[in-house]
C-alpha cells in the first residue's frame, strides 16, 4: 500500500499518466468552480448594494419633503441646501450602483451558466477517475487475495500439529468421545481463532472485529483516491 501511495502522490508511475492528468483537470474545475461563486457572491452583493442606495435616495426626498412642509405650516422659508447636497450624492450613487446592479444580474446569468457548463465536467472527470480507481482496487484486491491464500497455505502446518495432538491428548486420556469438542473441531465449525493468554479462551483476533474495518489499508486507500480528486 506504501508503494502505490509514493507512486500516486508522485506521479513517477507511467501508467498513471492518465489518471494525473485527470487529477489536473479535477483541480483546476473546483477552482474554476469556487472563483466563479465567489463573483456570484460579489454579483449578489451588488444587487443588493442598488437596493440599499435606493432606500437612501428615497429616505432623503421624504426627509426634503418633510421638510418643506414644515417651512410652509410654519411660515418661513425652507433651508434646503444641506439636504440637496446630499440628495445629489445620494442620487448619484444610487445611479451608479443601479447601473452596477444590472451589470451584476447580466453576469450572474453568465457565471450560473458556466458553472454549471464546469460543474458537468467535473462530474465527468470523477466518473472516469471512479472507473481508474475501481480498476485500481480490483488488482490490489487480487494481491490481498493472492497474499491471504498464501497466508493460509502457511497455517496449514500448525494447525495440523492441533489437530493430531488434540486428537491424540484425547486418545490417551480415554476420552475419545471429547474429540469433536477439540481446538481442532472448533477451527473447522468456527473459523479463525486465537487462544487468550489470561483465560485461555478461543476468540477471534481482535482485528477481525467489526470495530476493525477502518484499518490502515482503509485509510490509505481514502487518502490515496481523495488526492486524486474523488470524494469519499
Not at 502505490?4 to 483541480?27: C, F, N, Q, Y
Not at 453568465?110 to 470523477?126: F, G, T
Not at 500448525?158 to 481442532?184: C, K, Q, T, W
Amino acid at each position: 500500500m506504501q508503494r502505490l501511495k509514493i507512486a500516486a502522490e508522485t506521479g513517477t508511475d507511467s501508467d498513471d499518466a492518465e489518471r494525473i492528468a485527470l487529477t489536473e483537470r479535477v483541480r483546476a474545475a473546483e477552482a474554476e468552480v469556487r472563483r466563479l461563486e465567489d463573483e456570484a457572491t460579489k454579483c449578489r452583493a451588488a444587487i443588493d448594494g442598488a437596493v440599499d442606495a435606493a432606500e437612501v435616495v428615497e429616505d432623503l426626498r421624504r426627509a426634503r419633503a418633510q421638510l418643506l412642509a414644515d417651512a410652509v405650516v410654519g411660515g418661513h422659508v425652507a433651508i434646503l441646501t444641506g439636504i440637496d447636497a446630499e440628495l445629489a450624492t445620494a442620487t448619484e450613487a444610487s445611479d451608479k450602483a443601479a447601473q452596477d446592479a444590472d451589470d451584476a444580474r447580466i453576469m450572474s446569468s453568465v457565471i450560473a451558466e458556466r458553472v454549471e457548463v464546469v460543474k458537468d465536467d467535473l462530474a465527468a472527470y470523477r466518473e472516469t477517475l471512479k472507473s481508474i480507481a475501481r480498476a485500481e482496487l480490483a488488482r490490489l484486491y487480487d494481491e490481498a487475495l493472492a497474499e491471504y491464500g498464501r497466508c493460509v497455505e502457511a497455517l496449514r502446518e500448525p494447525v495440523e500439529r492441533l489437530f493430531g495432538i488434540s486428537e491424540v491428548r484425547f486418545a490417551l486420556a480415554g476420552r475419545s468421545d471429547l474429540a469433536i469438542n477439540s481446538v481442532a473441531r472448533m477451527l473447522r465449525n468456527e473459523g479463525l481463532r486465537i487462544q487468550r493468554a489470561h483465560d485461555k479462551a478461543w476468540v477471534e483476533p481482535a482485528w477481525l472485529n467489526a470495530d476493525s474495518r477502518h484499518g490502515a489499508a482503509y485509510r490509505d486507500l481514502t487518502e490515496m483516491f481523495k488526492g486524486w480528486g474523488l470524494k469519499l
